[in-house]
């Protein structure tokens, strides 16, 4: 599966921000899609999670802020992000996860100026 997110840009503190993800295949039958981040100097983190049942679970650090979601039909994972806080600033990773194996997107950079 190759992933490609998009979305990413400079927003300031408060604003909102909407990232994509499109897949090269159907994400009906894996098993989740998730958002990831790495911030400069630290280690990549879950942010998100979606199921294919439709179950999400997310970082307490982005708790009411984010929301996944995803559209089988058009092989699409989203991440919209309300609220945003310097904090959140980081490269964002798209990953799909299968029962042996995941895949990963290249970042999109999002940056949160205060």
């Known amino acids: 599966v190759q992933l490609q997110a998009s979305g990413g840009g400079l927003v300031q503190a408060g604003e909102s921000l909407r990232l994509s993800c499109g897949a090269s295949?159907?994400?009906?039958?894996?098993?989740?899609m998730a958002w990831y981040r790495q911030a400069p100097g630290k280690e990549r983190e879950l942010v998100a999670t979606?199921?294919?049942?439709?179950?999400?679970n997310y970082a307490d650090s982005v708790k009411g802020r984010f929301t996944i979601s995803r559209d089988n039909a058009k092989d699409m994972v989203y991440l919209q992000m309300n609220t945003l806080k310097p904090e959140d600033t980081a490269l964002y990773y798209c990953?799909?996860?299968?029962?042996?194996?995941?895949?990963w997107g290249q970042g999109t950079l999002v940056t949160v100026s205060s």
């Open positions: 295949r159907s994400i009906f039958g894996l098993v989740a």
């Open positions: 979606i199921a294919s049942g439709g179950s999400t």
């Open positions: 990953n799909a996860k299968t029962l042996i194996t995941s895949y």
